[in-house]
């Protein structure tokens, strides 16, 4: 059934809100209207053995990226985190120190973002399960969707891709690089960095449509669309893959940056129009790489138009990483 399959069952069984909610299941945070702002939702567990491997990503960085994924998703709604609630589940000969190192790597990120931790549990459990739930809130009555992307808009992205799925190989595969390049692809891999101040610029630049790229820009986009039912039709080489990923992995740089994932950035819909402007005004790099289609499927084109083959479409979170 896989990941996907199975969130769509629960959020059937699970039914429609109340006349309060603005999105529920099936986003990147849920979405309500508070008394006087647009309140915002959402929780990931990371699991050791299933979303992080502990002989790549030490305790204070897995805090790090626990964290980090959580603020990405109220990035991708245009919103500003607040508050954390942090549920640990851990083996009973885990060390204080470790633990300790989980939450420095965790506070460090939530100072930077202004984010309070102010609650949680901890349970014992065969594997380390870190569990955050992030709220946010929306100081303006916009907040960005999967669910709104039209057929004739520009698809665009922040930042540039690939670094985090090459950080991976050249932390999991032990790939020689220079030492430079490699220092920076880990970073990119370890220490991700949410997207908060460009999410709201987004906003305030008019876009409706927005996802993180956490499973990969393909995957990601695949969700817009599922979302919007529309298409999407990518131009791979207007794709902006990270020059060290360019430099170090050559003919499978494109590939990192269409499938990799991790990356944490924003891929949004606008007009062309909205996207210029965005662009202008984001302190980031913004590319536009292709656009939204009608009917439901992602295609990608080469420089002259012909399909592009590529052979993993993105991942699902059932992989030891
Ligand atoms: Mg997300």
Redesign the pocket.
Known sequence: MGEFGLIDLLAKMAGGGDERLLIGIG???AAWQGDDSIQLA?VDSFIQGVHYNPAITPWQEAGWKALA?KL??IA?MGGIPRYALVSLALPTDTEVDDVKNLYTGMLKLAKQYGVTIIGGDISNAPLVAISITILGSSPTKQILTRAAAQPGEMVAVTGRLGAAAAGLEVLSKGRKLDPEAATRLKNAFLHPTPRIAEGRLLVEQGVKTA?????GLIA?LG?ICKASQVGARIEVERVPVEPTVKTAFSERALELALSGGED?ELLFTASAEVVDKVKKAASCPVTAIGEITAGELVTLVDKQGNPFKLDRAGWEHFTNR
């Open positions: 986003d990147d945070a959402s994924v990405s998703d991708a996802i993180d790229i956490s499973d990601d969700q944490y």
